[in-house]
T-cell receptor, first 111, second 110 residues
Framework: DGGITQSPKYLFRKEGQNVTLSCEQNLNHDAMYWYRQDPGQGLRLIYYSQIVNDFQKGDIAEGYSVSREKKESFPLTVTSAQKNPTAFYLC???????????FGQGTRLTV | RKEVEQDPGPFNVPEGATVAFNCTYSNSASQSFFWYRQDCRKEPKLLMSVYSSGNEDGRFTAQLNRASQYISLLIRDSKLSDSATYLCVVTQPGRRALTFGSGTRLQVQP
């Protein structure tokens, strides 16, 4: 089955810890994204990557870091510098930037 | 002004009703438009793309009005299973990721 897999589904973090959220896709998509969603709000862009070994900051990148060493993988690290990390984190991919995106099931992070 | 604005609702409608949502966008150069559906505590899923000429998929019709900078979604013969939040999504020049509205919540009642 082709798709996007995020893990873990739920994550609890103590203050001061860094945690890494996994995102893997087997759709052969070039572009990948990380969004954050807070209760009752829309999605806000954290980071995006157009191609392997390249990534760009989105609107709320402070306190987060990413890597894109493989086409299939785009992990997100939530660092201790992120002041309000509790949220629903969504990874997405698309054939190329600015085309329809497909989402993983999300990770709920609680601090 | 927000880049993408939607009425948050909720829209409470009876089964079988027709309901319409509008969404306005601020950048007149936006190129692509989509509607996504998001169930409670789940990921968004693509409902349909919105084309300049308008398009229909079963009970769902999407339309684009570039002059007034809005897109709309019409749902006919509402089902209980249509209850969800509907997200308006646009692309913007110079921004290489989709921009999401905050969503409109629909509750279809028996």
């Amino acid at each position: 089955d082709g798709g996007i897999t995020q893990s873990p589904k739920y994550l609890f973090r103590k203050e001061g810890q860094n945690v890494t959220l996994s995102c893997e896709q087997n759709l052969n998509h070039d572009a990948m994204y990380w969004y954050r969603q807070d209760p009752g709000q829309g999605l806000r862009l954290i980071y995006y990557s157009q191609i392997v070994n390249d990534f760009q900051k989105g609107d709320i990148a402070e306190g987060y870091s990413v890597s894109r060493e493989k086409k299939e993988s785009f992990p997100l690290t939530v660092t201790s510098a992120q002041k309000n990390p509790t949220a629903f984190y969504l990874c997405a991919s698309s054939i190329q930037v600015n085309t329809e995106a497909f989402f993983g099931q999300g990770t709920r992070l609680t601090v | 002004r927000k880049e993408v604005e939607q009425d948050p609702g909720p829209f409470n409608v009876p089964e079988g009703a027709t309901v319409a949502f509008n969404c306005t966008y601020s950048n007149s150069a936006s190129q692509s438009f989509f509607w996504y559906r998001q169930d409670c505590r789940k990921e968004p899923k693509l409902l349909m793309s919105v084309y300049s000429s308008g398009n229909e998929d079963g009970r769902f019709t999407a339309q684009l009005n570039r002059a007034s900078q809005y897109i709309s979604l019409l749902i006919r013969d509402s089902k209980l299973s249509d209850s969800a939040t509907y997200l308006c999504v646009v692309t913007q020049p110079g921004r290489r990721a989709l921009t999401f509205g905050s969503g409109t919540r629909l509750q279809v009642q028996p």
